[in-house]
C-alpha cells in the first residue's frame, strides 16, 4: 500500500477547518526523505527501513501516517499479509529534537478502529491515544491530528492501543527517536536502529497468527528474519550507538561479539554517564528500549543477535519427538511413502538438516523458511532469526556493504594434525600417609 498524499492532504484540511487549526501547506519547505536537521549528530540508520519525512508548517513539524494492509517480505521466500504504517511493518522511523513542536495526522486504512500511542512520551493526556479512556476510536477511513512539544529525548515507540493483540501481532509498530536540542558528549558517528519483535506464521500459512502468546516462529529485527537483515556497516574506530526496542511477547538477551559496549540510554533518554556500565549482553525487556555505544575497534564481521538460542532459529516446532541418537535406518522411506516430501530430523543433532535444507535437498511446506539459512564464506552459519552482522573495516566511508571479512589478514583458528591422541598431563600422585614420600611432593604453580 503506498501512502496517498492527496487523501491524506485533503483529511488534513477537512480536521484542520473543523478545529481552527492554523495548519498549512502554502508555501510550506519539504526536507528530501529521512532528513531530519539535529545539529550535525549522526541520522539514523533504521535497518531495513527509512526515517519519515516531515514539512514545516507555521513552526511545526508535520508529519503524515496512514495505517493500512499489505503483503510484507520477512525473507526472499515467505511473505505475510500484514498490517503497518505507510506501507511497511516496522513504520517509517519518525526522528525530532528536543523541543519541537510536532503535529502527526493519521489517516485509517484498516478494516477496524485504530488509534496511535506515542509509548514514552511525555504529553497531554488527550494525545495519549488510549482508545475508549483518552479519545474515541479512530474508524475506517477517518483522519486523526496528534499535536505536542517535545519535552525529553530518548529512543521511543509508537503502536496502537486499539484492538492491540491483533494489531501489534501483525506488525503495527515504529520507532519514536527525539535527539537532544543540546551537542552530547561524547558524539556517535553511526547510529542503528531496530524493533525485536515476533511472529506465529505457521508453516505454509500467509497471514500471522494474533492468537499465539508464547510459541513463535518467526525471531525479526525490524520485521527481517537473517539474512534479509542489513548489516551494521561501520569504519574501524568509529564511535557506534545501536538502539534496540523490544514490541515482542519475550525479553531478548542481546549480545555482540568482539567488542564490548556501555549501556548509555533507553527510553528515559541518555543517562548521566555515572549510570553508564559496561556489558557484552544486554537484557531488553518488552516494552523497553536501550542504547548501546561502543567504539569498533575491532575489524571484522561479527554478529548481533539474541542470545536465546530459538530465537536466532526460523519456522521452530513444539512438542515435536527428538530423534537425536535414535537409529533411525529406513524410517525416513518408510514414513514417506505415507508422507510425501517427510524428512527426518537428524539423528546425530541438526547440523546436517540444516546442510540438506540450504542445499536444496529438502522441500520445506509452503512460505515457510528453513530454520537457518544464513550463508557465509566458510558455509552455513547456522542461524537465522534475530540476528544481524556487524562488520567492521579500516577506512570505510558510507553504507555500501564491503562483503566478507579478509580473515586470512588476521590469526584464525585452524584444523591440526596430531600423531596421537592429546592426553592431558596426569595430576601428581600424593603418597599415602602411612609411607615415606622418597622425594618431597612436587609444587605446581599456575599462573
Not at 519525512?53 to 508529519?63: H, P, S, T
Not at 504504517?85 to 513504520?91: E, K
Amino acid at each position: 500500500m503506498t501512502l496517498s498524499r492527496r487523501k491524506l492532504l485533503t483529511g488534513a484540511a477537512t480536521l484542520a477547518a473543523a478545529t481552527a487549526a492554523t495548519a498549512t501547506t502554502a508555501g510550506a519547505a519539504t526536507p528530501s526523505p529521512g532528513t531530519v536537521p539535529h545539529h550535525g549528530r549522526a541520522r539514523v540508520k533504521t535497518l531495513n527501513g527509512r526515517s519519515l519525512e516531515w514539512r514545516m508548517v507555521d513552526g511545526v513539524k508535520e508529519f503524515y501516517l496512514t495505517a493500512g494492509e499489505f503483503d510484507h517480505e520477512f525473507a526472499p521466500g515467505c511473505r505475510a499479509r500484514c498490517w503497518g504504517y505507510n506501507g511497511s511493518t516496522p513504520g517509517p522511523t519518525i526522528e525530532a529534537v528536543e523541543g519541537d513542536r510536532v503535529r502527526f495526522f493519521l489517516t485509517n486504512e484498516l478494516p477496524e478502529p485504530t488509534t496511535i500511542h506515542w509509548h514514552g512520551i511525555l504529553l497531554p493526556n488527550g494525545m495519549d491515544g488510549v482508545g475508549g479512556l483518552n479519545q474515541d476510536y479512530i474508524q475506517p477511513g477517518e483522519t486523526w491530528v496528534y499535536e505536542f512539544t517535545l519535552r525529553q529525548h530518548g529512543t521511543h515507540l509508537y503502536h496502537p492501543h486499539a484492538d492491540e493483540m491483533t494489531q501489534v501481532a501483525f506488525g503495527m509498530m515504529g520507532l519514536f527517536i527525539i535527539h537532544p536540542r543540546e551537542t552530547v558528549d561524547p558524539p556517535v558517528d553511526r547510529d542503528f536502529a531496530f524493533i525485536l519483535h515476533n511472529w506465529a506464521l505457521h508453516p505454509g500459512s500467509f497471514r500471522p497468527d494474533p492468537t499465539v502468546m508464547t510459541e513463535f516462529d518467526l525471531w525479526t529485527f525490524n520485521s527481517k528474519v537473517f539474512p534479509a537483515i542489513e548489516p551494521l556497516i561501520v569504519g574501524q574506530d568509529e564511535r557506534v550507538r545501536i538502539r534496540v526496542a523490544n514490541m515482542s511477547m519475550h525479553n531478548h538477551p542481546i549480545h555482540l561479539h568482539g567488542h564490548r559496549f556501555w549501556v548509555t540510554g533507553s527510553d528515559g533518554g541518555r543517562w548521566p554517564r555515572s549510570l553508564w556500565r559496561p556489558e557484552v549482553t544486554e537484557v531488553v525487556g518488552v516494552g523497553q528500549t536501550r542504547d548501546l555505544e561502543f567504539v569498533a575497534d575491532n575489524p571484522g564481521d561479527w554478529t548481533v543477535h539474541c542470545h536465546m538460542s530459538h530465537h536466532t532459529m526460523n519456522a521452530m516446532g513444539h512438542g515435536i519427538a527428538s530423534p537425536i541418537g535414535v537409529r533411525q535406518g529406513d524410517l525416513t522411506d518408510r514414513v514417506r511413502a505415507q508422507l510425501p516430501g517427510f524428512r527426518a530430523m537428524g539423528e546425530n543433532g541438526m547440523h546436517e538438516h540444516i546442510e540438506h535444507v540450504g542445499m536444496g535437498h529438502m522441500q520445506g511446506p509452503e512460505n515457510t523458511l528453513p530454520m537457518a539459512m544464513g550463508e557465509g564464506p566458510f558455509g552455513p552459519i547456522g542461524m537465522g532469526g534475530m540476528l544481524a552482522l556487524l562488520k567492521v573495516r579500516p577506512g570505510q566511508k558510507g553504507d555500501a556493504d564491503p562483503g566478507w571479512y579478509d580473515s586470512a589478514r588476521v590469526p584464525r583458528a585452524r584444523r591440526v594434525k596430531v600423531a596421537t591422541s592429546i592426553v592431558p598431563p596426569a595430576a601428581p600422585t600424593v603418597p599415602a600417609a602411612d609411607a615415606p614420600a622418597a622425594h618431597p611432593p612436587e609444587h605446581h604453580h599456575h599462573d
